[in-house]
Structures are given as C-alpha cells and as structure tokens.
C-alpha cells in the first residue's frame, strides 16, 4: 500500500498518468506480485529552436547551389567553392598545340530542394582566394573571396534524378586561353604550384531561383555527352585542344580535365530570417516552442536544430526503490501544412546529446559505435499520423544513473547532409493540437 501510496504522489509530481490500460503486473518468475511496468506519457517537456555558429559543409563529396525562399525559414542561399586539380601539368605536343575551348559539365543532379518547373540560372567565379581547411574542415560560414566578374553562365530547367541529364557550361575564352598557356609555358609540375595561377572556381545561383539543386562529385558516375564519339563526363572541367598531324591535313583532338577537389571543396551557405517565423533566432538566442505556436524547426546546412529538454526526468528514480527502464520512445511529428512536394521531409534524421550550451556532445548509438537514425513512419493516410520515433532508453538511463547533473538533452538534426542538405521540417511540441510530440517510457518498478 506504501508502494502504491507513493508511486501516485510521484506521478502526479511529474504530471504523469498510472491507469489500468498502462500498468501491467509481472508473474512471481520474475519479481514478487507487488511489481509491475508503468507506462508513463505525460513527463514534462521543453521543446524549443536552436542554431549553431556553423556547420560542417566540406568532405561530403556534393555542390549545393540555388536558392530557397519561403516564410517558415526566410532565405537560405547556397554556392559551391572549390580547388582543380588537372589530370596532367602538361600537355600533348605542347609546341604545337593549339587551344580550343574551356567546358565545365555539371552531371549527377540527383536531388533538388524546391520549384524545378522554372528556369535555373548560375553563374561560374573564379577564385581570388585560396581554400585552407579549419582544423581539417570548411563550414557554411568559410569565406574566400572570389572575382565579381564571372566567367561563365547557365540557365536551363532542372531534371533530377535523370541519367542523361548534364549541364554544359562553357566558359570565358580568354580565361581558357591563359589556363592553356600556363600549362604550355609554365614549369607546373605539382598543385602548390599550380594553385598560384588558379586558386579555384566558385558556382553562385542567381538570386531569381527558387530551388536548390545537389550535383554529386562522383568520378565514377559518367553521362555520355556525343553519341558519335562517345564521349563521357562527370562533373568536371575539361580543356579541349589540338595539334596538326605530321603530314599537316589531320587535326589530333585532345583533352584535359581539371576535376573539384573532394577535401578543398565546400558549400557556402548563408540564411536571412528577416520577415520569417524564424526572425529572432541566431546562435546566441533560441526560441522556445511556446513562442512558435507550439512548434519547432530544424533545418540542414544553416545548422537549424529542434532542442529537447525533460526537466524531471530524475524524478523517476522517487517512483519505486528498485527500477528498470524497459523502453522509452520519444515520437514526433511534422506539423501538417508545413510540408508538399516541392518542400518535403527529410529522412534519415540523426540525434544527438547536447549540453547546456547547445554544444553536440555524443551520439546516439545502437552498440556503441553505430549511429542510430530514424526515418519518416509515413504509411498511414492520415498525416496526423505520420512520426519520427526515436529509442531514447539508452539516454533515460544514463540521466538516471548519473552522480551529478550534466543538464544535457537532446539535440535533433537532419545532419546526414550528402542525403538532404537543405532538408527541413516542423516539428509540433508536446502541446500542439494536430501534430502532438509524445514520450513514452516504461519501467520496471519493485
């Protein structure tokens, strides 16, 4: 009677519920006839919107460029800087040959992010800086400059998720002309050296866009560009020369590919919440759910996270003298409204353990080692209805174990960022009306 006495005392404390639908005894094989599993769904939790001072945007082998423009997340741009690194320093017969043009070729467009039924533009920039890595990395706030004066234009309508989709990009003559030059006069025998005439190229989008494509820097993934020759490229720029053959009445046809680099390769991406719902929210200041009509946002590659706080977690430890965290799921769901096909949710999603001041401390994973995702549960025909369920036992207990207060929660990010860079969703907290989050743990007491 005690028992029962203080268990109801202690769920009340944590506005929780015991009931005969969630309270469940447990037969004498396993613990005496006094233990049972409660199943407690109404801990208390703070939810609210986070940004980080950057994100990493470099090693992910993937150009984001274009533009989003919507009134959740206001404007977020995105250009692509990156290093060349030619096949060879030197040409074929360089004392005859003779510079035809300078193509770049943009292929593996296998994602989008927005309106692909207008026209995309972009432009092409040389750098007038060189790309150094931050302690091994480049983030969406990595500056180096680049010419204002562009050497190249396209404008085409984008067609993801098609192999014989490329853009064709051909680039300044007289630009081509000086890069042939170099390689035919120069001494060039390595990078270092070569980085000293050209430091790279910068792919910006025109402000006119509303979308964001993902061109894959993949060598091994080629689109044929000329039926007759059979010539292939991935993403690459290619330097199309020739020489006269000995006899003088045949041209030999070369080529040269200067391909991006995959380590000095970033993208730079900015966010402008001016007029947004998110028009307060920077790094220094977050926006608790209550303030957002019961609702949170994340969003990849401006480092836009959903922050999970349960203040009263510990307060479990009061509800019997002997316990066992059986399972505990967290699950939440996409506001309905915030979400089309043109601007979808995105899957997998990471979490992770925070601290006080929001900094990542771990990940969540299965043995250790393994990073645990979670995908969208979308089958159901009702949207309320579709969630995103993350296994939280792991982190139940070690709040519960701990010997000082660490203050930590959870931290919730799109960040498999070569899948979904600008991947966004809203999320309803635990009071929002259509879209509800919940916490659900069980438990073991005796």
Not at 219 to 226: D, E, H
């Amino acid at each position: 009677m005690y028992k029962y006495l203080l268990l109801c005392i202690s769920l009340m404390f944590l506005f929780s519920c015991e009931d005969e639908s969630n309270t469940y005894e447990v037969g004498s094989s396993w613990m005496d006839a006094q233990s049972k599993i409660v199943m407690i769904d109404t801990l208390t939790m703070k939810m609210s919107t986070i940004m980080m001072d950057s994100t990493i945007t470099s090693g992910k082998r993937v150009m984001m460029i274009g533009n989003i423009q919507e009134q959740s997340f206001g404007k977020v741009t995105s250009s692509s800087l990156f290093e060349l690194t030619p096949s060879s320093y030197s040409l074929s017969s360089p004392s005859t040959a003779v510079y035809d043009s300078l193509v770049m070729y943009l292929t593996n467009t296998d994602f989008y992010y927005g309106d692909t039924l207008k026209t995309y533009k972009l432009a092409v920039h040389p750098l007038t800086d060189r790309i150094k890595l931050n302690n091994g990395y480049l983030y969406n706030k990595s500056n180096f400059n680049y010419s204002s004066n562009s050497i190249g234009n396209a404008e085409f309508y984008p067609r993801p998720n098609t192999d014989s989709s490329y853009v064709k990009i051909k680039l300044d003559q007289s630009y081509g002309q000086a890069l042939f030059n170099t390689l035919k006069n120069s001494d060039v025998t390595n990078q270092e050296y070569f980085l000293n005439f050209y430091k790279g190229l910068a792919l910006v989008p025109s402000s006119e866009n509303n979308v964001m494509l993902r061109f894959g820097i993949n060598s091994a993934y080629q689109v044929q560009i000329n039926k007759s020759t059979k010539e292939k490229v991935s993403n690459v720029v290619r330097m199309y020369y020739h020489t006269t053959s000995q006899n003088g009445t045949e041209l030999v046809k070369y080529t040269l590919d200067l391909s991006p680099s995959t380590t000095l390769q970033y993208n730079k991406i900015s966010s402008d919440f001016t007029g947004s719902e998110l028009a307060n929210l920077t790094p220094q200041n977050s926006i608790p759910s209550t303030s957002l009509g019961n609702k949170t946002y994340l969003m990849a590659g401006i480092g836009v996270y959903t922050k999970v706080e349960i203040p009263y977690m510990k307060s479990l430890k009061n509800l019997y003298e002997n316990y066992k965290i059986i399972d505990a799921t967290l699950s939440v769901s996409p506001v309905a409204g915030y979400y089309s096909n043109n601007f979808y949710n995105p899957s997998p999603l990471y979490y992770y353990v925070g601290d006080k001041l929001n900094h990542l401390v771990s990940n969540y994973t299965s043995d250790g080692s393994t990073e645990i995702t979670t995908s969208l549960s979308d089958s159901s025909e009702f949207q309320n209805e579709h969630t995103y369920n993350f296994s939280m036992r792991t982190y139940v207990n070690s709040i519960l174990t701990e010997t000082t207060s660490s203050n930590h929660n959870t931290l919730i990010y799109p960040s498999s960022y070569a899948d979904v860079l600008c991947g966004k969703t809203v999320f309803g907290d635990a009071k929002n009306k259509t879209n509800p989050a919940k916490l659900k743990i069980y438990m073991l007491g005796y």
